[in-house]
């Protein structure tokens, strides 16, 4: 059985940092593609962070140079670091992995939730101004 657990959130003032993991069980990481999305209240969930199974790491503008995406194999976890934080990034973050098959299927759009196949239950980020 896959699952995918998302862990790290908390309360942190602007400007903070805040480090997200993804334990993933059930499947072995370097044959997934596995993103981090995030739902603030009232909004769409949106596509924040990847990284492909040969660990080439994607970013959306809003975070870019703010946040790093990394994984360790060994551990089988998928790490995101979160640097000078904003209220804006205030949301239930989730992990999701998508294998390479999903991904040659849905090219690779990263940011748009069809070409994951499992999702991890999400954690709160709260970015207090």
């Known amino acids: 059985e896959v699952q995918l657990q998302a862990s790290g959130g908390g309360l942190v003032q602007t400007g903070g940092s805040l480090r997200l993991s993804c334990t993933a069980s059930?499947?072995?990481?370097?044959?997934?593609?596995i993103g981090w999305f995030r739902q603030a209240p009232g909004k769409e969930r949106e596509g924040v962070s990847c990284?492909?199974?040969?660990?080439?790491?994607y970013y959306t503008d809003s975070v870019k140079g703010r946040f790093t995406i990394s994984i360790e194999n060994a551990k089988n976890m998928v790490y995101l670091q979160m640097n000078s934080l904003k209220p804006e990034d205030t949301a239930v973050y989730y992990c999701?992995?998508?294998?390479?098959?999903?991904?040659?299927?849905?090219?690779?759009?990263?940011?748009?939730?069809?070409?994951?196949?499992?999702w991890g239950q999400g954690t709160l980020v709260t970015v207090s101004s």
């Open positions: 059930g499947l072995m990481l370097g044959e997934y593609n």
């Open positions: 999701a992995g998508g294998s390479r098959l999903s991904f040659q299927r849905y090219g690779m759009r990263w940011w748009t939730r069809d070409p994951y196949d499992y």
């Open positions: 990284i492909s199974s040969d660990g080439s790491p």
